[in-house]
């Protein structure tokens, strides 16, 4: 079976999906379960028994496949689907009651049917119905067009189940089709199809007659809510009436019945909007919805050829005034899964803090209905918070969890507890337990004061203008304009802080039940009040009514001077008019910005919020329920042992002590073989199962200290090494019973498995051996570099000075000088290896048969700056080619074209197809470089489009080079110009329409080392043997520069570099905070503990 795309690093062989996400995260730590990648949710039933890999059935010869299965009890069916790669091609899924035979089952009306047009690769191409009673049933694939296909297994003895193909049971019966039945989800569920031509069905005096009602039959289950799409003819005092009623055998009966609800809307608002009527919950049944008593020219929107089933009436007819079969009224419900979110588990997190202290606590749920969902946190002191959606917490993936974050103002004790909530605002049945909480210390009050209203949308009148919202009077209030028409009319409030501050959270306080309070909203900020960024964690969340409680939005630290909220979905008014209603907003941080310059202002936002969302990911959204795993924006990290450095370099100067020591778990949790190489994750030694990865030595090293040396935890290093949780993991090499040691053995491997004791590390690996047709061996995983690879011995460098430093910090001086000793001959050997005279730059490789690989690697050539190996002259040679001041004749991109992306440069300069053989690990074709291909010049993140951490290797080597800080700097406040646009949420699909071309959200983490080049270049701070230095190089323009929050073996600083400043001072402030405020280009020295082994 020919391989296909999915992700970036993601990939299917033989009909297997390989994910990148998966592979990667198997490590995480050992108190999380790994999990499958079909791991069964309780939601859903397997119609296939999971045996073998799973297999990909394409349609090429193929008009239809099918299953016959029994079940009971389902409202909703899903099938996987391949569309390889391309996300191109469609399939008809129908759902049939199995009637004698194939044929005769397929010849009669379908349950439900469906087309999905251009359906995303590997999809669950998911029906919905009414709920369907015990027997046996047909789905079938039909109408296939491109390339598009249904996954299988390996069928076990004993299954019932049949498998078609073209009507036909066999060759396919030793398959079992991927396919799985289970209960809807909730949400707005549509009663038409968007198909056909969208009008304008009239009412009132028409040219067809007098049209005095229009109506649709159709089934609904668990939906509180009707809207229909109405229109006035933009006309003015249009009015007209919705009742909806249950069905009774015909029309008639029917609305001779009790309505269930009736609401007449005067003066309908304009051409195309929805009316909604709200009720009680209604349970799964046919339903009858009128709109009748019109007043003036009034209609209701349609399309012509819909196939969903409702049925359509008009003056209480199915007959007559242009109705057609496939005729259906634009209306939808909002319905609610069958099944509620699970209890809560009690919260998790501390029991004793101190007062004003932020933390974080978490809980989770089981979901029979498979449905994502949110945990609200109620906080015992008035006030509740809401964690965004993630996977319910089913079998045994019980790491996933929802977190949110609170501080207590006041000591004393509090009951915390939780409730679970599905994705369309779905409760569990009650609380969870509680968690007592004990506060201990001083009052804090941390209330931002003199907030403004920046913006309203609209009051209701002055007695209730936007300012009652801000007055400091809880009974007064601010509410938008009234309706009576529906709640989707968006309505927001601005507020003004009046100056840029680090905000902790909002505090919504509701109207006296909550009345008028948004059933979903949107949290925006702004550093200058122009340009706006949802709060991803924010963004049309749903929000359970806090009733007399305060609602608090956590914000995570975010730095802005302006805040937004927007009601998606408007609240009641208990009059049972929709508005958004508010009685206060208070909000909660301090003044300043965690990174900061004498530019201050938007500038020291942008910079700190840089860190918010790609180093800590504090707002981002993580469906797994850890930030260790995958999200669609920033994310924390990632377990692999070539993410370790990054993540070390992300945490350890942090506060974020929980954070760190997962880290420091995974460091341990990674297993070693014999030889002292270190795997890839927890539970595998190749990168996706498929090739190893011999920077993964190096980087464990480089983490190792790097944690240690900030958090100077001598028990880190000395503690025994607990059991590895991989069963199937070699045992510890002999004489490895610590951290310590453990890396010590990974750089004996480099020394001697590698010869890097003779001054150049080689990869004697055939698979690896840096030919056109070898395995990858580093991060830059389609370039097979290999034998003797450049960013393998760059890595070497940094881990020789790194183990010299460990070793001076534990008191082995001699096994310090030995490595010292060595870094001279390496830096020798790199350059005479890897110097390219004649284009004044680094090569990528040179394979086992004396081949050289040039390919312009932009990365490489700044990370060896960076790292030390360049000369003044050549580090002047490499960034005059980078900044296009020095032309390389002949190269794909030059000049300017270099940094086209701007935040990053082109990751290489020559086309990877510009040289044949490609150069080029494709994944068995799946990622091609060839005409047509995905991964052509410009088309992919490692052929000519750009992955953002480089930018801190770029930036740190220009500290080193003839630009110095200035340079830098520049390009700094390019990026800094790029993020205020769109935070940089930037993931364009390529050619084919994949989402490679470039790397800053989802699974790139090393985003967030881009700012701390303030750290480690500006502020020039190291943590070293002997404590942590400090050596400001600031850029000319800037008088001053700092980084607050600094934590420094158990201390918290606040750093600055100042032109200003004469000599270094040291003050400890209230909070304890010391701060240190150091001259430019001098060197402060903070000592390391004095108990260090």
Known sequence: MTVSTSSRDGFKINGRFVGFILALFVMVFSSFAWFSSEARASGWTKLYTEEGGRTPFDFNQTATRGQKFASSGFDALRVAAPSWGNNIGNLTLSLYAWNTDYATTTAQAPIARTTFVDYVDNAWLELEFPMQPQGQYLWELSNPTEWVGVYAYDRKPGDTSVSFADGATAPVQGYNYQAETGFASGGWKALYEASGVRGRSAMGLTPEGNILSRGEKFYGSNFDTLRVRVSNYEQLNRDVTLTLYAWNTNYVASIAGQPIASKAFEDLPSDDDWIELNFVRQQPGDYLWVLDDPSGHVGVWTYTESGHGAQAFVNGSTQGFGLGAG?????????????????????????????????????????????????????????????????????????????????????????????????????????????????TGASVNNVINGVQVYASSSASDSAHAAAKALDDNPSTYWSSK???????????????????????????????????????????????????????????????????????????????????????????????????????????????????????????????????VYGLAQNELTPEGIRWLNGPGGILGIGPTEWQLWSAQKLSWTKETKLKNELYQQMLDVPMDADGFVWAHTFGQKHLDLSKHYSNNPLYIMGVHRLYMWTRDDAMLNDPLPPLPYGNAPAYPQGVTTLLEKTRKAMDFILTEQQGDQGLLVIGDPDNNGTANAHASNYWDNYPMGYKSAYENVLFYGAVQAMAELEDAVGSPVKAGQLRDLLPDIKEAFNETFWDVQTGRYIGSIDINGVERDYGFTFLNAMAVRYGLADGAQADSIYEWLDGERIIPGETSTGADIYDWVWAPRANTVAIESKQPYWWYSYNSAISVAPGGSATYGNHLENGGAIFYTSYDDMMGRLQSGGGADGAFARMEQILAEFSLDELRRDPANNVGAPWTIGIVGEYPESGI???????????????????????????????????????????????????????????????????VVPNGSEYVVPAPVNTP
């Open 482 to 612: 009234l309706s009576s028409y529906n709640g989707f009319r968006e309505e927001h409030l601005a507020v003004d802080l009046g100056a840029i501050y680090t905000v902790d959270r909002l505090a919504l306080t509701p109207r006296t039940g909550g009345q008028g309070f948004p059933r979903s909203l949107t949290l925006s900020y702004s550093t200058d009040g122009q340009i706006w960024h949802d709060v991803p964690i924010h963004r049309e969340a749903i929000v359970p009514n806090p009733g007399n409680s305060d609602f608090a939005l956590e914000t995570g630290g975010l730095a802005a001077r302006y805040f937004k909220i927007a009601a998606n979905r408007l609240g009641t008014d208990g009059q049972g008019s929709y508005a958004f209603q508010l009685a206060e907003l208070q909000a909660f941080g301090k003044a300043g910005t965690r990174f900061h310059t004498s530019r201050g202002g938007a500038f020291d936002a942008d910079w700190s919020n840089l860190f918010t």
């Open 1010 to 1076: 881009v700012p701390l080049v303030m750290a480690d270049g500006f502020l020039g701070m190291t943590a070293k043997p002997d404590g942590l230095h400090i050596r400001p190089n600031l850029p000319t323009e800037l008088d001053n520069a700092g980084l607050r929050d600094v934590v420094y073996a158990g201390q918290t600083y606040h750093i600055q570099g100042s032109r200003s400043a004469v000599v270094a001072s040291s003050t400890t402030l209230p909070d304890g905070t010391v701060e240190i």
């Open 327 to 439: 005729f259906d009224y634009i209306s939808e419900t909002y319905a609610y899964a069958a099944v509620a979110p699970g209890t809560a588990e009690a919260p998790i997190g501390p029991a004793t803090l101190k007062a004003g202290e932020t933390v974080e606590y978490y809980s989770g749920a089981p979901n029979a209905a498979d449905n994502n969902q949110a945990y609200l946190f109620d906080w015992g002191d008035g006030t509740t918070s809401l964690s965004s959606t993630v996977k319910p917490m089913n079998g045994g993936d019980t790491y996933r969890k929802g977190r949110s974050s609170h501080s207590w103002s006041e000591p004393g004790s509090y009951s915390v507890k939780v409730r679970a909530y599905d994705q369309d605002g779905n409760p569990s049945s009650g609380w969870s337990a509680p968690l007592q909480v004990t506060v």
